[in-house]
């Protein structure tokens, strides 16, 4: 019960414009980068989340290609100008 009231308190502090009422991901196919924790090739992914309040939210994130966990912010390298 305890974890429950936290929880609670929690969300009478959030404002509108952090509440996600919609979310859309899109690999970037041609993107060229690399993990920064192993090396290896990354994907990455253009994020777009539309809040309750009608903002937005534009983000590139990031993912190892192997499971060595690692995601995040990142930039996109493309492969292409075009």
């Not at 196919?29 to 690399?34: E, I, R, Y």
């Not at 777009?48 to 939210?57: E, I, L, N, S, W």
Request: with cysteine; net charge negative.
């Amino acid at each position: 019960m305890e974890n429950d009231n936290y929880r609670h308190a929690d969300l009478a502090v959030l404002t509108n414009s952090e509440f996600v009422v919609e979310q859309k991901w899109r690999e970037v196919l041609d993107h060229f980068g690399l993990c920064p924790e192993c090396g290896y090739t990354a994907h990455a992914f253009i994020a777009t989340a539309r809040h309750v309040d009608g903002t937005t939210k534009v983000m590139t994130v990031g993912s190892c290609g192997l499971p060595c966990g690692w995601s995040g912010p990142t930039e996109i390298t493309k492969m292409t100008e075009n």
